[in-house]
């Protein structure tokens, strides 16, 4: 299957294991690109093509994060001079966006680690890798809205957008949930060490 999809154009097509790879291939490249920031940012496989089974737009989606909000803005330049597009009107709170390719083949989301906007691209996509059931239910309403809004991103987001919210609402609820079973493992496990246990 081709990866890039034209500017504008909406096409939802069957999951293919060789975007995986695709994304291999381009996080050596972008380490590459960014050799010279240390630490070196974390780049993690984000968005529909990371979910294994997922019907996705082909194109792959990364996330890149930097230990240190002075990098991101350092990255962006690097990455612009080596042929990625910065794409302002696409950036979101805390968040800057770039793209490769005519058509687009690649997405970037430039963050600082640790920040809720880097929690949020890995909290969704982690929770829709554990909910396959969820995943399938997303796929049939992206690929009914790719039908119906194929020449417009705009609308094909607008009404996508809601069950957006409501997948990551779910998927916050359910890491909470996971932070408090850790938190409450290890009470006891310091609470039975202390007691002798």
Sequence with gaps: MTLGLAKGQVQVVPYDPAWAEDFATERQEVLRILAELRPAPTIEHIGSTAIPGLAAKPIIDIAIGF?????VSKGLRLL?????DYVK????????????????RF????????????????TFRNYLRRHPVVAAEYAVMKQT???????SRFDYMRFKRPLLRAILQRSYAEARRRRFAVAVRQALA??????GG
Excluded at 67 to 71: G, K
Excluded at 92 to 98: A, S, V, Y
């Design 67 to 71: 230990p240190a909000r002075a990098q």
């Design 107 to 122: 997405h970037y989301h430039l963050v600082a680690l640790g920040t809720p906007a880097w929690g949020k691209l890995i």
């Design 190 to 195: 310091v609470a039975e060490f202390e007691s």
């Design 89 to 104: 009107a696409a950036n979101q709170p805390g968040m800057l966006f770039m793209a490769l390719g005519d058509p687009r």
């Design 80 to 84: 612009k001079a080596a042929g990625r």
């Design 145 to 151: 809205l790719a039908q119906k809004f194929p020449d």
